[in-house]
């Protein structure tokens, strides 16, 4: 599977695209569109529904009306509410369009990439509780529930230390033979690098 990264220009939040069919996380749509043009592009992956994971979605499924977004209930519901995926207190208002393209996932669920990859859904609550890391063989998209190097943030509503630290632990048991792809920027290399 080849996966790019894009260093969103809002808090250096990333979003991935997986060769060329989906997208993980949603920030800047501009630098999205030439690694997905002329692809058979599917749809969203979304780790969890803060502001700075979500605020290209309405652009690009504007610009590709097929595509899906799959999610986990609590962040279905921070795509309908402002308030709950925080832009509200950015200044920037931000409510998902096209609720119908939502589709839920819970825990285990796998989503078929193409060419015999799966991705699986892995509940990774801490930071919030709608947090999914995404699986694959050799890859792991972790959102905010891992950013190597950087302590989980909890402090924001409905964040939990505790859980945080059992979704780390989770994290640690899955990361053998598999790079992690956070939800932020960190040093060159170190999504290459081990944090346990």
């Keep these: 599977m080849m996966v790019s990264q894009v260093v969103n220009?809002?808090?250096?939040?990333?979003?991935?695209?997986?060769?060329?069919?989906?997208?993980?996380?949603?920030?800047?749509?501009?630098?999205?569109?030439?690694?997905?043009?002329?692809?058979?592009?599917?749809?969203?992956?979304?780790?969890?529904?803060?502001?700075?994971?979500?605020?290209?979605?309405?652009?690009?499924?504007?610009?590709?009306?097929?595509?899906?977004?799959?999610?986990?209930?609590?962040?279905?519901?921070?795509?309908?509410?402002?308030?709950?995926?925080?832009?509200?207190?950015?200044?920037?208002?931000?409510?998902?369009?096209?609720?119908?393209?939502?589709?839920?996932?819970?825990?285990?669920?796998?989503?078929?990439?193409?060419?015999?990859t799966m991705i699986t859904a892995v509940c990774t609550p801490g930071h919030h509780p709608g947090c999914i890391t995404w699986m694959t063989d050799d890859a792991l998209f972790t959102g905010d529930a891992c950013i190597p190097g950087v302590k989980v943030v909890t402090k924001l509503p409905l964040g939990d230390r505790k859980v945080a630290a059992q979704s780390l632990a989770l994290i640690e048991s899955l990361a053998t033979g598999r790079t992690i792809y956070p939800g932020h920027s960190v040093e060159a290399g170190a999504i290459n690098q081990s944090i346990f």
């Excluded at 992956?45 to 097929?66: K, M, R, S």
């Excluded at 795509?79 to 950015?90: M, P, Q, T, W």
């Design 9 to 116: 220009s809002f808090f250096s939040s990333c979003a991935y695209v997986l060769d060329g069919k989906y997208v993980v996380d949603c920030g800047d749509v501009g630098p999205l569109l030439p690694l997905i043009k002329g692809r058979d592009f599917k749809g969203v992956l979304l780790t969890h529904g803060h502001f700075d994971h979500i605020y290209g979605l309405n652009e690009l499924c504007a610009a590709h009306p097929e595509a899906k977004v799959y999610c986990s209930p609590w962040t279905r519901r921070q795509l309908l509410d402002e308030k709950l995926n925080i832009s509200f207190y950015h200044e920037m208002p931000f409510v998902f369009a096209y609720p119908e393209r939502v589709v839920l996932v819970a825990d285990g669920d796998q989503i078929d990439l193409g060419d015999g």
